[in-house]
Nanobody
Framework: QVQLVESGGGLVQPGGSLRLSCAAS????????MTWYRQAPGNQRELVAT???????NYLDSVKGRFTISRDHAKNTVYLQMNNLKPEDTAVYYC?????????WGQGTQVTVSS
């Protein structure tokens, strides 16, 4: 059974930092592209950052220079380091694992940026 379990969300003040984690099980983690998405109330889900199996990364323009995605194959975990957070980063953040026809989602973790 495939599981993606996100953690690390919470309430943070503008300018603060959080690190999200997504622990994967039930898949050969090193073969999957891993992506963080987010969805704010009333908005569509959007891609925030992705890292391929070989380590190539891509980011949403609005988070470039502030967010960093990374992966640890020994721990089957993908991370999203989020710095200089802004109120507009407030959303539920979801982890996604994708390879060919396989496409898996985590349950999401809430990030709230507010003073």
């Amino acid at each position: 059974q495939v599981q993606l379990v996100e953690s690390g969300g919470g309430l943070v003040q503008p300018g603060g930092s959080l690190r999200l984690s997504c622990a994967a099980s039930g898949i050969i983690f090193r073969l999957y592209a891993m992506t963080w998405y987010r969805q704010a109330p009333g908005n569509q889900r959007e891609l925030v950052a992705t890292i391929t199996a070989s380590g190539l990364t891509n980011y949403l323009d609005s988070v470039k220079g502030r967010f960093t995605i990374s992966r640890d194959h020994a721990k089957n975990t993908v991370y999203l380091q989020m710095n200089n957070l802004k109120p507009e980063d407030t959303a539920v953040y979801y982890c996604n694992a994708k390879r060919l026809a396989d496409n898996y989602w985590g349950q999401g973790t809430q990030v709230t940026v507010s003073s």
